[in-house]
């Protein structure tokens, strides 16, 4: 039954892919193409890539593109919905637990010193953007010259962003056009 | 929370937007979150919004669909938090569904890897800015736990590439000891 093989294997890409992201990325590869032979290793690469180039979590994007090869639109849902289970359970209980507890001394003190930390794990996320946005990899000794167009676009968009506040998803679109004009058009 | 008409249709549709502008990671929806949820709606506070981002980390999956559990589950309870999970999922669910037929073309284009690297350049920044505003209070009002606390993390995951879950398991811990620590001495002034 592949449907229920779908949803086992996703459900323990879910269950245990802790951290998020590319952390999950062994355990997605393990089951994808090591276990089941869903994917070759090159189609698995070519779905990284594809992630890296849509929205959304690699899990779930994983768990599409797996589930439409392999049993069309409703082995997309099913590998998807198997991906999301354990993490919204789990979320709904913390949801529970922070709801009655969030007034309590023990939770509220955890919470005002987790608050800096999750500061500093967005700002190591916004150094990995810039890089890779930048050099095109995100590892420092594999640093060369910086792509200069990039560096132009993000010191124009972050001053717009401090000095106007202008909108995220608005700055965005004004991105994708900057980048069809400075890189599609002009260097066709 | 009073709930306005078509209450549940919206914040499917916000789930939806932001969830479609999550391009490169889990931490990109943040900046949109807080754009959208605390600067103009007004429907959570910062301080909730980052709880709500220690807590996804801190659980297995992706850190989208974990925040939108507790968002959508803060708003709308129950229903609320089916609502948002769909917007959630849907925009990549829709996206891959169709280019697993024609992933090939997509990836190798290079109008579409123009316009992509535009995009990235703008995500950096977004993101970049909602880093500076989160920080400065902390920086301005010279709370050196708290600095330290956010500089230990950022060198943890960007300098020596520590998993994430780590980092926030160990700021639990931190915070536990801490706590208590407060309220033991709190006793003991109490007493005496």
């Known amino acids: 039954m592949v449907y229920l093989e779908l949803f086992l294997a996703f459900l323990q890409i879910g269950l245990f892919g802790f951290g998020g992201g590319y952390a999950a990325l062994p355990l997605i590869q393990n089951q994808v193409v090591v276990t089941h032979h869903w994917l070759t290793l090159r189609e698995f690469a070519d779905v990284v890539t594809l992630s890296q180039m849509t929205p959304g979590p690699i899990a779930v994007n994983a768990s599409t593109f797996v589930g439409t090869r392999i049993a069309g639109p409703l082995g997309a849902m099913i590998a998807t919905a198997g991906c999301i289970l354990p993490s919204c359970l789990i979320m709904f209980i913390f949801a529970l637990v922070y709801k009655r507890y969030q007034k309590q001394t023990l939770l509220k003190g955890v919470m005002e010193t987790l608050r800096p930390v999750v500061v500093g794990l967005i700002g190591s996320a916004a150094v990995s953007l810039i890089l890779l946005s930048f050099f095109g990899t995100d590892t420092f000794h594999k640093i060369t010259s910086p792509d200069w167009i990039a560096v132009l676009l993000f010191a124009a968009s972050f001053f717009a962003l401090r000095k106007w506040k202008i909108s995220p998803m608005l700055l965005m679109g004004c991105g994708g056009v900057a980048g069809l004009v400075f890189y599609g058009v002009l260097q066709l | ?192």
């Open chain 2, 1 to 192: 929370m009073q709930k306005e008409k078509y209450f549940y249709f919206k914040l499917f549709w916000y789930m939806f937007r932001l969830s479609a502008c999550t391009l490169g990671g889990g931490y990109v929806i943040v900046p949109f979150m807080r754009d959208l949820f605390v600067d103009r709606l007004h429907w959570i506070a910062e301080e909730e919004m980052l709880d709500y981002v220690a807590l996804s980390q801190s659980a297995p999956g992706a850190v989208a669909v974990n925040a939108s559990v507790m968002v959508g589950y803060r708003l709308g309870g129950i229903r609320g938090l089916l609502v948002s999970v769909c917007g959630t999922v849907l925009p990549p669910l829709l996206l891959l569904s169709v280019l697993s037929y024609v992933y090939s073309f997509f990836i190798t284009n290079a109008v579409i890897a123009g316009i992509l690297k535009g995009m990235q350049a703008c995500i950096a920044a977004v993101v970049a800015d909602v880093v500076v505003s989160l920080a400065s209070p902390y920086i301005k009002t010279r709370k050196f736990l708290s600095v330290v606390l956010m500089a230990a993390a950022f060198l943890a995951v960007a300098v020596w590439k520590v998993n994430a879950v780590y980092v926030v398991l160990a700021g639990m811990g931190i915070g536990i000891f801490l706590t208590v620590l407060k309220q033991k001495r709190g006793m003991k002034n109490g007493l005496s």
